[in-house]
């Protein structure tokens, strides 16, 4: 199966690029070594990459596993500072955040496109003692060619969603093979294991949990000043995190009916993609309300707005840190898959989302089995509950602690997958 993968791949990447070039004009994010990506590495970063083989490479897709794996390997290397470690990004916004968080012992790559040549050029810079891939990217010749170089080969922090779970099971006999080649899979649940055993029965599966629990607060994130858009008087902030398309204009014609109700709210609108600011503005124009966009603001604006767009990167936290409210997006105005919740919880922060988050459903199930969120059936319903939360200080009180609660509860998979890949290694 996977010659027959390397011989359509050519034919694949030829409509694969276009897309890949639109979103790196578009998207923010650290784009000087992006030509990693095709496995050309400067001379500079070769004779560097030379002083770390024997490395583990660890891949993380985007920002969110970025996080995830950045705070595993200062863990790992506070346990064992002998270690050498590599780690690859796919996005510019994920190499970005990588760059910023990782120690400067940790190498920081982009992750060469599955084809074949690119990836045995970048595991001869390496040669690593193992792979590590967090979460789903499973790329056939990666993994392939780190087994047969002698990597161990680990995925962690693995899930299956509905709709991933029918795909593999139904490609089976060509994820199968691809599968038993991991040393071990640490997944986040003992449904994941089920999935997981159903496509690869004979693939070395372990419940580690969920890392994303392990997440922690950094302490020098830098707060933001939201007085300079909204002016110094006391202010109610609800923030609407990672939206999607539908999701923004939803959220602000709710916002623009709560006003009359509570003059001192404002909202702060964060997109999933930066590169979304043009269509907000669209929005916020035609409804009329006053905003200003972050992405444009060079400070000398002095003219005090309802709206912050702020279509920018790397500045999530320090919005949640201010907010009293948080909508989680992709979860509304017919978005159900999802985005993490944890980071608000762990802030403390009163949390409103979707009743269904296909992508999150275990985390989900936790932060409702102890009532530490709350869930809306239909979009209609969300203006009402923003009315109760906004008007009880100590109902949006509870909600954060209990969320907080929840997250230390379930903390420990970091630990849990550290010790297994210690076992292999």
Request: net charge neutral; charged share 25%.
């Amino acid at each position: 199966m996977i010659f027959i993968y390397n011989l359509l791949f050519p034919l694949a990447f030829i409509f694969f690029v276009p897309g890949m070039i639109i979103k790196l004009i578009r998207r923010p994010g650290h784009k000087k070594t992006f030509m990693e990506r095709f496995a050309v590495f400067s001379a500079e970063r070769k004779k560097r990459l030379g002083e770390y083989h024997g490395a583990i490479w660890v891949h993380a897709v985007s920002v969110g596993e970025a996080v995830i794996a950045t705070a595993m390997i200062e863990k790992w290397q506070k346990a064992d500072p002998e270690k050498k470690f590599v780690l690859s990004t796919t996005t510019t916004t994920g190499q970005e955040l990588a760059r910023k968080k990782a120690s400067p012992e940790v190498e920081v790559i982009y992750c060469p496109i599955d084809f074949i040549f690119f990836v045995r050029k970048a595991l001869r810079l390496i040669q690593p003692s193992m792979l590590l891939i967090f979460e789903t990217e499973i790329w056939p010749n990666m993994i392939a060619e780190a087994k047969k170089s002698g990597a161990k080969v680990a995925l962690v922090n693995a899930r299956m969603s509905d709709r991933s779970s029918r795909a593999y099971y139904r490609w089976r006999h060509f994820f199968r093979p691809v599968l038993n080649k991991f040393d071990i899979i640490g997944v986040q649940t003992q449904q994941d294991k089920e999935r997981f055993a159903a496509v690869a029965p004979k693939a070395n599966i372990e419940v580690t949990h969920n890392m994303k629990f392990d997440q922690e607060i950094p302490v020098d994130f830098e707060s933001i000043d939201l007085d300079a858009y909204f002016g110094s008087e006391e202010h109610q902030i609800l923030l609407a995190a990672s939206t999607h398309p539908g999701e923004e204009k939803l959220i602000a014609e709710v916002f623009s009916e709560l006003k009359n109700d509570f003059p001192g709210l404002r909202l702060v609108i964060v997109p999933r993609h930066a590169e979304r600011g043009n269509e907000i503005v669209k929005i916020l124009n035609e409804l009329h309300l006053s905003f200003r966009r972050r992405s444009e603001d060079d400070g000398s604006e002095d003219n005090n707005v309802d709206i912050l767009l702020a279509d920018t990167t790397g500045e999530m936290l320090a919005f949640m840190q201010a907010a009293d409210v948080v909508i989680m997006g992709k979860s509304l105005a017919g978005q159900n898959e999802g985005h993490n919740i944890i980071e608000p919880a762990l802030l403390g922060k009163a949390i409103v989302c979707g009743d269904v988050l296909k992508n999150f459903r275990f985390i989900l199930k936790v932060f409702k089995d102890n009532n530490a969120l709350i869930t809306i059936d239909c979009d209609e319903q969300l203006a009402d509950v923003l009315k109760e939360l906004f008007s009880d200080a100590t109902r949006r009180e509870k909600l954060g602690s209990k969320a907080q609660q929840v997250v230390k509860s379930q903390q420990g998979a970091t630990n849990n997958t550290i010790k297994s890949l210690e076992a292999i290694l």
